[in-house]
């Protein structure tokens, strides 16, 4: 299931539908649309009909086709990576005589639970801000895939 805001929903849908054709699987044909944007299989008469993608299958609905333009087209991202660079720029380093260490580095060894759950939370804010994607506990720039 995709993890983003509803107008990256929307968009995703969008192209999943001008990219994939209307297909009757009890006649297992693809089906045209005519001038009125309706789609009847022209066997059996039916409009209950699943979304081919060429090269990938057919299915009921479109978002496994968002799922698969997200995965195949979309650049996955570390967001603990991103959390570590935030915090980085965020917070000076920490020094201890002569030493510095970044406070990512500091964070994520002195409380790792709370390094992950602050990873987490800014992947959340960047899903809700509409810069990445979630799709299987994996993240993806929204970029890639809605332009």
């Given at each position: 299931m995709i993890n983003a805001t509803d107008a990256i929903k929307e968009v995703l849908k969008q192209r999943a539908h001008d990219e994939s054709r209307p297909f009757c699987y009890s006649d297992y044909i693809t089906v045209k649309v005519d001038d009125q944007g309706n789609a009847f299989c022209p066997k059996c008469g039916s409009d209950d009909l699943m979304r081919e993608l060429d090269g990938v299958g057919c299915e009921y609905g479109y978002?496994?086709?968002?799922?698969?333009?997200?995965?195949?087209?979309?650049?996955?991202?570390?967001?603990?990576?991103?959390?570590?660079?935030?915090?980085?720029?965020?917070?000076?380093?920490?020094?201890?005589?002569?030493?510095?260490?970044s406070p990512a580095m500091v964070l994520e060894a002195v409380d790792p639970t709370a390094f992950r759950i602050g990873a987490g939370e800014y992947a959340d804010g960047?899903?809700?801000?509409?810069?990445?994607?979630?799709?299987?506990?994996?993240?993806?720039?929204?970029?890639?895939?809605?332009?």
């Open positions: 978002e496994w086709i968002m799922e698969h333009i997200v995965e195949t087209e979309g650049e996955q991202v570390d967001v603990e990576e991103l959390y570590r660079d935030l915090l980085d720029e965020c917070y000076p380093e920490i020094k201890f005589g002569e030493l510095s260490y960047m899903i809700e801000d509409g810069l990445l994607i979630e799709l299987i506990g994996r993240y993806y720039r929204v970029a890639d895939v809605t332009e």
